[in-house]
């Protein structure tokens, strides 16, 4: 276990190995620096200020946003996986800005339902295409990754002189963390040696972007424990059977022997956090030195290197798994998002057959089982339920 807290709380300056603003690969449209924040604060601040960033506070991750107030959503989510994402930065010297500017990004393009609203999306855009004429152009079918950039790309609207926000390279890269071949490919003849490349190269992002990635798993991995035994759905003594669970219960319990209830699962939950973060600077910090990477680009063409030791990824991936089995295929969870499927599907149906349905901003050229699919992916929980209601669709949530 890496119980030994490293160092470097003043980590002093960036890295060679971190990306630079200065030396940033630049947004697609040149815009004049901003006087008093750099290109990747810049881009963070874009994204606050977006509309589909304020739409992730009614967003499922795993429960459904009216099941609970205390449960997470995507954008408690976002910042949870910001406040890791920047503390291991920081101790790294990479660069905070930019983690901070992905981290909060990561999910914009995340349908209502969680996943469950995504592979129902994912499901109607392969249906319909390509065989169907009218569809047959658009075979992307629905990732979420290539959504979330599809927002900071081309949806959002709000600058007059560009769709969607402008975003630098490094953050758009950092968005993307996962793209089918296939996509990466259309991505590569859009945009020659843009965010899709890596993926066709087989080379790796930014260590910002890699950072976010694991900050991602940390995150969930921990606030779905918290939410699972808040929800009724885990119980503490299950839990045992996970050994990362149990460890740090059991360090929680010899420093307090009195604790008992949340406290006790609030703590145990805090020290596994801790440990995750230091073994991931432990970690990182020693490929990175094996590695000798000395820029940003000699990253690109390094493998992954930031990861958790090979022991705490093994006892991680048994908490995963764990979670998986007890919490994301729970009977009452799997209820839930089947009638969430539904939703999606019968929506997706609905306006593809009434277009004028559709608000204009979502009806204007492109294709229309595009425009479709853009739109329920901007969807909320509680407005894809409304909507589904209005257009007559079965009453699945009473
Ligand atoms: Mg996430």
């Known amino acids: 276990m890496a119980t030994r807290p490293p160092t470097a709380r003043d980590a002093g300056p960036l890295a060679p190995y971190a990306c630079a603003p200065a030396r940033s690969r630049g947004r697609r449209i040149p815009e004049p620096e901003a006087p008093t924040r750099t290109a990747f604060q810049r881009d963070r601040d874009r994204v606050i200020h977006s509309t589909a960033f304020r739409r992730l506070v009614y967003k499922t991750q795993v429960f459904l946003n009216h099941e609970g107030d205390l449960f997470r959503t995507r954008l408690t989510h976002s910042l949870e996986v910001a406040q890791l994402g920047r503390s291991i930065a920081r101790s790294l010297r990479l660069n905070e800005d930019l983690v901070e500017a992905i981290a909060l990004a990561h999910d914009l393009g995340h349908t209502p339902f969680g996943h469950a609203g995504q592979d129902a999306l994912h499901a109607c855009m ?51 963390k996962h793209c089918s071949r296939a996509n990466a490919e259309r991505l590569e003849a ?26 991602d798993e940390i995150a969930y991995n921990a606030h779905d424990i918290d939410d699972g035994v808040r929800s009724g759905l ?8 996970v050994p990362l669970f149990a460890h740090y219960r059991r360090l929680a319990l010899a420093a307090h022997p009195a604790l008992a209830g949340r406290r006790l699962l609030f703590e145990t939950i805090r020290l596994m956090l801790s440990d995750q973060v230091y073994d991931v600077i432990d970690t990182t910090r020693g490929r990175i030195a094996d590695s000798g990477v000395a820029s940003p680009d000699d990253v690109r ?30 009977p009452q969870v799997v209820e839930t998002t089947d009638r969430a499927r539904q939703v999606v599907a019968d929506l997706f149906q609905l306006y593809l057959t009434r277009p004028h349905e559709l608000p204009d901003a979502h009806s204007r050229g492109g294709h229309p089982a595009r425009s479709v699919a853009d739109y329920i992916a901007g969807m909320t929980d509680r407005f894809a339920i409304r909507e589904h209601q209005r257009l007559g669709g079965a009453p699945l949530f009473p």
């Open 126 to 176: 392969r249906s319909v295409s390509p065989r169907d004429g009218r569809l047959e152009a658009d075979s992307w079918g629905f990732e979420h990754n290539l959504q979330s950039l599809r927002v900071v790309d081309q949806l959002e609207e709000r600058y007059p002189a560009f769709d969607g926000l402008n975003l630098c390279f490094e953050t758009r890269e950092g968005i993307l």
């Open 190 to 215: 859009q945009e020659p040696g843009g965010v899709g490349a890596r993926f066709l190269r087989g080379e790796s992002p930014s260590l910002e972007a890699q950072l976010c990635n694991l900050a």
């Open 234 to 241: 885990l119980r503490l003594e299950q839990l045992d059977e």
């Open 301 to 330: 063409c390094s493998p992954p290197l930031v990861c958790f030791s090979p022991s705490m990824r093994e006892r991680s991936q048994t908490l995963k798994t764990f979670l998986l089995h007890n919490l994301y295929r729970h």
